[in-house]
């Protein structure tokens, strides 16, 4: 299943280049990882990236979105602004791609449990708002944090480990059914 992932730091747009190897093994087109923010001033920089990621038509698109930890490590916007930002991208990839399913992860971080509690309402929020193209990814809050909180997945409570990557994998491919 060729996809897309999207990650609001280019240190996870590189794990999800890792992460696709394990994901997908021999994939039928190469994984593309986008580095997007969800604030609009960065968005349409970001996005002008797309048309050079674009999964080719006749396959099925797919998204894998992990925004949110970067906003979480700072005073929250406004929650109608930062759910308009994310609608905006996620109308993004529904012009480009009517047929999209778009995964959204609900992110974690060390010490950032009420921002990213607040996310993830938010994040559930956008997938009731968008029934037919936004759906539940994995939840970071429960298995990233796990019982030592995050020491095993993240090397710095905030990006994965090697041993994070393998699990956000096994994340990816139980939520996406194989």
């Known amino acids: 299943m060729p996809?897309?992932?999207?990650?609001?730091?280019?240190?996870?747009?590189?794990?999800?280049?890792?992460?696709?190897?394990e994901l997908l093994p021999r994939p039928p087109a190469p994984p593309s990882a986008i580095t997007v923010a969800t604030r609009k001033?960065?968005?349409?920089?970001?996005l002008a990236n797309f048309d050079s990621v674009k999964i080719s038509e006749g396959l099925e698109?797919?998204?894998?979105?992990?925004?949110?930890?970067q906003e979480a490590a700072l005073p929250l916007p406004l929650e109608a602004t930062w759910k308009?930002?994310?609608?905006?991208?996620?109308?993004?990839?529904?012009?480009?791609m009517?047929?999209?399913?778009i995964y959204l992860v609900k992110p974690w971080g060390?010490?950032?449990?009420?921002?990213?509690?607040t996310l993830a309402g938010w994040i559930d929020d956008l997938i009731a708002a968008n029934p037919a193209t936004c759906f539940a990814g994995h939840d970071e809050r429960s298995w990233v944090k796990g019982v030592d909180d995050g020491a095993t997945m993240t090397y710095d409570g905030l990006h994965y480990s090697a041993a994070g990557m393998v699990e956000c994998a096994a994340q990816w491919k139980t939520i996406l059914g194989y």
């Open 3 to 21: 996809f897309i992932a999207i990650a609001n730091a280019s240190a996870y747009a590189a794990e999800f280049g890792l992460i696709a190897r």
């Open 41 to 46: 001033s960065s968005i349409n920089a970001d």
């Open 61 to 69: 698109n797919v998204v894998l979105c992990n925004l949110g930890v």
């Open 84 to 96: 308009e930002n994310y609608q905006y991208i996620i109308d993004a990839f529904v012009a480009a």
């Open 98 to 101: 009517p047929n999209v399913k």
């Open 110 to 117: 060390r010490e950032l449990e009420t921002n990213v509690n």
